[in-house]
């Protein structure tokens, strides 16, 4: 039947028409890594033969991707908290640095890096995925917590790594939380952006404020001061 119904329209479309359809369904499959996840809520014809495998008018597939996306925004706010709170306290405890201006100088680095990273991760997510901007921000990520442990070994200058760490982190920021805001928009749909981009904020920054108390409990527990 759709074959048929294609004939009639061809039939009846102007040579421009009939331009303008191809270059869309060229575009379409040139992009179509981009479109990695599905609509989150069944409209339409759809909507009666999913009722049967939707959660609360969500579809079961969709909401598990949208859970994935979630949690990994939490486990990155996590791990930012984590990480500045151990640069702050180390450029005391570690490394004898009385300036506070010292003490917090690779927030600037780490501010440059994030605000470069947003700039690019929008063009890179429709360029290549939302999925592989994800992976190459976190990837990009775990080099921020192994300079922190080399700069422990550093004679002089150890603080200076603890700083250069703060570029990764700022870039793995950048890249991964708002691949992963702009993963929750796909999901949720066109309908439900604000939804989408509230909730994972919400609950990347409520990460933060909690792995505060969860730094803290570390530090009194199991950090001595020499």
């Not at 939490?74 to 450029?91: F, M, P």
């Not at 690779?106 to 890096?113: E, K, V």
């Amino acid at each position: 039947r759709m074959r048929s119904l294609e004939k009639v329209h061809s039939r009846h479309c102007s040579p421009r028409a009939h331009a303008a359809r191809a270059r869309d369904h060229r575009a379409w499959r040139r992009n179509a890594h981009v479109r990695a996840f599905t609509p989150l809520v069944a409209s339409g014809d759809c909507a009666d033969e999913m009722s049967s495998s939707t959660v609360a008018g969500f579809s079961r597939s969709a909401a598990a991707q949208l859970g994935v996306a979630i949690a990994l925004t939490a486990a990155l706010g996590g791990v930012l908290q984590l990480h500045k709170l151990a640069s702050i306290d180390s450029a005391g405890r570690e490394f004898a640095v009385t300036s506070s201006a010292v003490k917090v100088s690779f927030l600037l680095p780490f501010a440059l890096a994030k605000s470069s990273a947003n700039l690019a991760v929008g063009r890179w997510a429709d360029a290549y995925g939302r999925r592989r901007v994800t992976v190459l921000g976190w990837s990009v990520g775990v080099i921020a917590p192994v300079l922190g442990m080399i700069a422990t070994r550093v004679k002089s200058g150890g603080f200076g790594v603890v700083t250069m760490s703060a570029l990764f982190l700022g870039c793995a920021q950048g890249l991964t939380w708002t691949a992963l805001v702009l993963a929750c928009v796909d999901i949720c749909g066109s309908t439900r952006r604000g939804f989408a981009s509230g909730l994972n904020e919400t609950v990347g920054y409520t990460a933060i404020a909690l792995f505060a108390h969860v730094y803290g409990a570390m530090e009194s527990s199991g950090v001595t001061c020499s």
